[in-house]
């Protein structure tokens, strides 16, 4: 669905700049900025000691930060709203920010094995925002996994501002504070880094600490080989033609997905599975809220930090065109949904959507196979099922797919044959049509499953209205956000 942008220089010193993807209203949390401390994160639902933190949030990391970089506050607005405070839309990101202030260093094997390690440092979505206590209810030990590595030390209550231990993070060098203001009956009066704590102290939290500062403090009193610290050098993909770029995780490093984003024989990004998939069975989630920027123009998505096999390398650039592969929700807003946009157009595709039994209002939707899915298959999409008018494409060709099915275009339902439109109409969300072999009953108690509600909607005016669904929603009423924080229900009052 997307071309790769080859324009790849390694003379060129300095890429353009770039927004990081920070989403500001998850299930898991939202943030706050007040006078006394600034930007925050708040717990937006009860997690017990030993949960997950932000088990329903992007997790990423990325190290490529160059002068006039921010971070994009996507969802600013139900932020505010919620915290009762003025979250920005966006925050500026500089080097400063890496190697002082909101970075972390990380730790990974040396593989000569002469030292404890190479460090490298990075900054951690979203938790680079939770700020300081010296008794912190969310430990991160790691700050070198894709996803997962938050836990609560405590239970932790809604409404409560999300802490660390910066002491615990940072070795000699950090936010660092001679006087810590964090009110905790424990504070330990200073914010100067592990190597400033007493003996007692060390002793006390070194097994609590990053293996970063485990591995500089070890070092420190003889018993490894210091650590070498090393900078993620980055090869910059330049674009000069002024479209905005966002850096987005990769499937593995935000879903722990079982498939990897490579290039086909024609140079085009696409999504293969890593493992098989039977009928039925889900293959992935992927987060999905409304377009950035001004809502339909295209973007650059460029990858985070590469932390698992099969991601593409940190800074690599891929066009994506919303006019070519963006769904849109019931209101005419495209989503975006990052690398899921990799996926190609079939007339008898691997995957679809489960929209009957998938809140549209979730930022995380799933896609499931309706086939069995081998191996290395490359996935693919009905793009004539999800997409209502994909005319204005340029990409919008004749449909060359191959199969047996195929109906000669990838324009979108509006465009096909009648009897191709009601064959898709008839279809279970799974795809499969009458006499339903194998299918619930309740699952073809309603037409068009098959379809995203967009396209139902557009059919369905088209039919009783005799005209079509406009192209877009009016700007006045597009939301800027999380679209499951629009209204705030009885359940999330606090």
């Not at 993807?21 to 898991?28: C, G, L, R």
């Not at 996507?74 to 919620?82: D, I, P, R």
């Not at 430990?139 to 030390?153: I, L, M």
Request: charged content about 30%; overall charge negative.
């Amino acid at each position: 669905m997307a071309s790769p942008d080859n324009s790849s220089d390694s003379t060129v010193p300095q890429r353009p700049s770039q927004a990081i993807y920070f989403p500001a209203f998850t299930w898991d949390y939202y943030l706050k900025n007040d006078e006394k401390w600034g930007i925050g994160i708040v717990a937006r639902r009860n997690i017990k000691k030993g949960e997950l933190v932000f088990s329903d949030s992007l997790e990423f990391m990325f190290s490529d930060v160059i002068e006039g970089d921010y971070l994009l506050l996507q969802g600013h607005q139900n932020a505010s709203k919620k915290s009762r405070t003025q979250v920005p839309s966006t925050l500026p990101v500089t080097r400063e920010m890496i190697l002082r202030t909101h970075g972390v260093p990380a730790l990974t094997a040396d593989p000569s094995g002469k030292t404890a390690g190479v460090i490298r440092w990075k900054l951690e979505l979203p938790g680079m925002l939770c700020n300081h206590a010296c008794d912190p209810n969310v430990t991160d030990e790691s700050h070198d996994e894709a996803k997962g590595e938050s836990y609560a030390a405590r239970d932790i209550k809604k409404g409560e501002e999300l802490t660390y231990n910066y002491l615990l993070q940072y070795y000699d060098r950090g936010p660092f504070f001679e006087t810590c203001l964090c009110g905790s009956p424990s504070c330990l009066g200073s914010m100067m880094g592990f190597k400033a704590l007493s003996h007692a102290n060390k002793a006390k939290y070194l097994s609590a600490a990053s293996g970063a500062v485990q591995a500089l403090h070890r070092a420190d009193i003889g018993e490894v080989l210091t650590p070498k610290e090393e900078e993620i050098v980055v090869p910059c993909q330049k674009t000069d033609d002024g479209v905005n770029r966002i850096v987005f995780p990769g499937p593995k490093n935000c879903a722990s997905a079982e498939v990897e984003i490579k290039q086909d024989d024609e140079g085009k990004y696409a999504i293969y599975a890593c493992k098989d998939f039977s009928f039925g069975e889900k293959v992935y989630d992927f987060w999905r809220q409304d377009w950035p920027f001004d809502g339909r123009e295209p973007i650059d998505m460029v990858s985070s930090t590469k932390l698992n096999e099969g991601e593409l390398p940190e800074g690599t650039v891929i066009r994506l065109d919303p006019l070519d592969c963006a769904v849109k929700d019931r209101s005419g807003h495209y989503q975006f949904s990052g690398w899921d946009l990799l996926t190609e157009h079939s007339c008898d595709p691997n995957l679809t959507y489960n929209d009957l039994n998938e809140d549209e209002e979730d930022d995380w939707q799933g896609t499931y196979a309706v086939k069995d899915i081998k191996t290395g298959d490359k996935l693919t999409i009905d793009f004539n099922s999800v997409l209502w008018d994909r005319s204005n494409s340029g990409n919008a060709s004749e449909c060359h797919c191959g199969t047996t099915t195929c109906v000669g275009t990838q324009a979108g339902f509006k465009f096909l044959p009648k009897e191709a439109q009601l064959e898709r109409k008839l279809m279970t969300w799974r795809r499969v049509g009458p006499p339903y072999a194998g299918e619930k009953e309740e699952d073809t108690e309603y037409l068009g499953m098959a379809l995203t509600p967009h396209v139902r909607k557009c059919w369905r005016a088209d039919e009783q209205l005799g005209e079509d669904c406009p192209d877009t929603a009016s700007d006045s009423s597009s939301s800027s956000g999380s679209s499951s924080s629009d209204d705030e229900s009885s359940s999330d009052e606090e």
